[in-house]
């Protein structure tokens, strides 16, 4: 097994993720199995608890883990589903240090910072690798090699190489900030002190990608290479670029697969990025365009617009765009905004479709329930995900079937018609404040019902999708909803919770109570996001 960890200098941000997902991509394209795991330096124990403002979206996989975003994209570029075991934290590994440690695992010996912390990431990495049945593993590790968080995860990287020193390459993702009038003249000497934090903890770099807001010029990339002790090829231009699915063909351009297999004395096999390329195609040339927008709180007056928060919805309005050669034109819409100027709901008629994503909390909700009335009444494509399912929901109690204080007792504990309530597991957990983990999260199954908009969508009957929320639709409400006209497309079979619903007199209108947003891959968009799209084109 290979081992390829991909490090960060001189600033965070500026796309590790990406980076590993891309070199994840190329290295499964020259007919590797291939991996990717990312290792966040937080005491956290996952991403459950982290607010997306501030941290962006949680990513949840098919086994439940809540973890970062940069998973999704993983997941997305390799087209595949990950586990638990492709995810970590300063907090899981010191947890399961001290399980053991309390376990007598260590058989009474001492247990030291180093090298136990150390040895129970690497081993945590060979056990995804194996699980995977992968050749090579690329790990990300978060933030940058000059934090005092990431040391303990540098010297597992220098402690496996020991061992394995001909199966171990180190990338640094490293910016070359711009100078001058015209934003060209670059200046390498940040990344030059970045390796050198690096040769601090006996580390040396095998490649360099270059990060830079236009391409690096061989003038520079020769800079580098001399003052940072790299071979010649060893420094790959990563430009900024419109979308961040022509990375892999952009590291391409410089020959980063032969540089990576050469290093790892892998035997080179063809290439084949046919399809990928094919895509990238889509995406550069449209034969028009497709008007979507999100309605949404973590954005708008007095809070920046954070599109990370809704990452996986925005790739997945994308996803299936590029499939009809659209260009997605997405509008962020505030539905503070709506509650307090619902003259202002008449621009939704401007759009060919709106989503609603989930969230939490009570901010913005009756705006997000005005957006969803004027959809279903003016016949605008609606698509409501996990909360924007409740919420269609609610509105449709309220409006059409005339229980007029219909809420969810996450916004109205008290509320005399509860639609949607938590499981009586789920209200012990919150009595006792255990928050972490006391939702509904990973892969359940669902069965479709014939002839429904969900059932042609997917064309199957049973289906898996993935979940992450703690209220769920009442059931002593389903007759009566569903004699006013919502059809009950979906149902959770181990339980009979309402997974789907939608409307029959509608070019489309459905709510799903599962995120599959988070199933979305660019060469196979989700079934639901297509046939959205698909209707809001035709809308046109």
């Not at 001189?10 to 590797?32: D, E, N, Y």
């Not at 440690?101 to 060979?126: A, D, F, T, W």
């Not at 004027?374 to 079937?401: D, H, K, S, W």
């Amino acid at each position: 097994m290979k081992y390829i960890f991909v490090t960060g200098g001189v600033m965070s941000g500026v796309g590790k993720g990406v980076a590993t997902a891309s070199i994840s991509k190329i290295l499964q394209s020259r007919g590797f199995s291939v991996t990717a795991i990312k290792i966040d330096p937080y005491v956290n124990v996952d991403a459950g608890t982290m607010n997306p403002t501030e941290h962006g979206e949680v990513f949840v996989l098919d086994d439940g883990m809540e973890c970062d975003q940069d998973m999704g994209n993983y997941e997305r570029f390799l087209s595949t589903s990950l586990s638990r075991a492709n995810y970590m934290t300063t907090g899981s590994v010191y947890l399961s240090v001290i399980n053991k440690e309390r376990s007598m695992g260590y058989g009474g010996k001492c247990v030291e910072v180093v090298p136990q912390i150390p040895l129970e990431v690497i081993n945590r990495i060979n056990t995804a690798g194996k699980k995977a049945k992968a050749d090579v593993v690329v790990i990300e590790i978060g933030g940058t090699v000059g934090e005092y968080e990431n040391l303990l995860f540098l010297e597992a990287i220098k402690i496996l190489k020991l061992k394995n020193r001909n199966d171990i390459i180190t990338v640094l993702v490293s910016y070359i900030p711009s100078l001058g009038a015209g934003g060209t003249e670059l200046k390498t000497k940040p990344t030059q002190h970045a390796v050198r934090n690096l040769n601090s903890v006996g580390l040396q770099p095998d490649i360099v990608l270059a990060r830079a807001n236009v391409p690096l010029d061989q003038k520079r990339k020769e800079k580098i290479q001399f003052m940072c002790g790299l071979e010649e090829g060893d420094v790959i231009s990563a430009p900024n670029i419109e979308s961040i699915y022509e990375v892999p063909l952009n590291f391409e351009r410089d020959n980063i697969s032969d540089r990576i297999l050469k290093k790892l004395h892998l035997r080179p096999k063809n290439k084949d990025m046919k399809e990928w390329k094919n895509f990238v195609d889509n995406i550069k040339n449209p034969n028009g365009e497709v008007k979507i927008g999100i309605v949404g709180k973590y954005f708008g007056s007095g809070d920046f617009m954070l599109t990370d928060s809704y990452i996986s919805v925005i790739e997945s309005i994308k996803h299936s765009a590029y499939y009809f050669k659209k260009k997605p034109i997405i509008e962020w819409l505030d539905s503070d905004e709506y509650e307090k100027y619902p003259e202002k709901l008449k621009e939704l008629k401007n759009l060919d479709g709106i989503v609603v994503p989930g969230g939490f909390g009570n901010r913005g909700i009756e705006g997000k329930i005005s957006a969803i009335k004027f959809c279903r009444e003016n016949n605008i494509p609606y698509f409501g995900l996990c909360y924007g399912m409740q919420l269609a929901t609610i509105e449709f109690a309220r409006n059409v079937a005339g229980i007029k204080d219909a809420n969810t007792t996450e916004v109205n504990p008290k509320t005399k018609n509860p639609i949607f309530d938590l499981m009586p597991e789920q209200k012990a957990l919150m009595q006792e404040q255990r928050y972490g983990g006391s939702m509904r999260l990973g892969a359940y199954d669902c069965k479709l019902i014939k002839n429904t908009k969900a059932y042609n969508a997917y064309n199957q009957e049973v289906i898996s999708e993935r979940h992450r929320h703690r209220f769920e639709f009442n059931n002593d409400y389903r007759k009566v909803l569903e004699e006013k006209g919502l059809l009950v497309s979906g149902i959770n079979p181990e339980r009979d919770l309402v997974e789907i619903i939608e409307l029959k007199n509608h070019p489309f209108f459905v709510g799903t109570q599962f995120h599959p947003e988070f199933k979305s891959h660019p060469l196979k968009p989700h079934p639901l996001f297509k046939e959205f799209i698909k209707t809001a084109i035709k809308i046109k």
